[in-house]
């Protein structure tokens, strides 16, 4: 309802209760279909009627506006960090053991 009209917004919301209750209908109608066919044919029926509100939905893709999009071209960038390569540490088992029974602070990060 965010990009509904407000002087709409009432109508469309109607539908949207008579597409609710259209669920208990459909319930119905697939007991029915399954007992008079077989249970597959209300699986069949179900991703065609999915399949077509999917691309009806699809359809809506250019209509609605991309907020994100807006929002990021009138946003200021940020000014370019200055790239820092940070230094990888790695140690070897015997690097890591001589520096424990040394004592030195060799194998320790800071």
Same mark, same amino acid.
């Given at each position: 309802?965010?990009?509904?009209?407000?002087?709409?917004?009432?109508?469309?919301?109607?539908? *949207?209760?008579?597409?609710?209750?259209?669920?208990?209908?459909? #319930? %119905?109608?697939?007991?029915?279909?399954?007992? !008079?066919? @077989?249970?597959?044919?209300?699986?069949?029926?179900?991703?065609?009627?999915?399949?077509?509100?999917?691309?009806?939905?699809?359809?809506?893709?250019?209509?609605?506006?991309?907020? *994100?999009?807006?929002?990021?071209?009138?946003?200021?960038?940020? #000014? %370019?960090?200055?790239?820092?390569?940070?230094? !990888?540490? @790695?140690?070897?088992?015997?690097?890591?053991?001589?520096?424990?029974?040394?004592?030195?602070?060799?194998?320790?990060?800071?």
């Amino acid at each position: 309802m965010d990009f509904v009209p407000k002087d709409t917004r009432a109508r469309w919301k109607s539908l *949207e209760s008579i597409a609710a209750f259209g669920w208990c209908g459909s #319930a %119905a109608l697939g007991g029915i279909l399954a007992d !008079k066919y @077989s249970y597959s044919f209300t699986f069949l029926i179900t991703a065609a009627l999915q399949g077509t509100g999917t691309l009806m939905m699809a359809l809506l893709i250019p209509v609605v506006p991309i907020q *994100e999009a807006e929002k990021k071209e009138s946003e200021p960038k940020p #000014a %370019a960090k200055k790239h820092q390569r940070k230094q !990888k540490v @790695s140690f070897k088992g015997s690097d890591l053991k001589q520096s424990l029974v040394s004592g030195d602070d060799a194998g320790t990060i800071n």
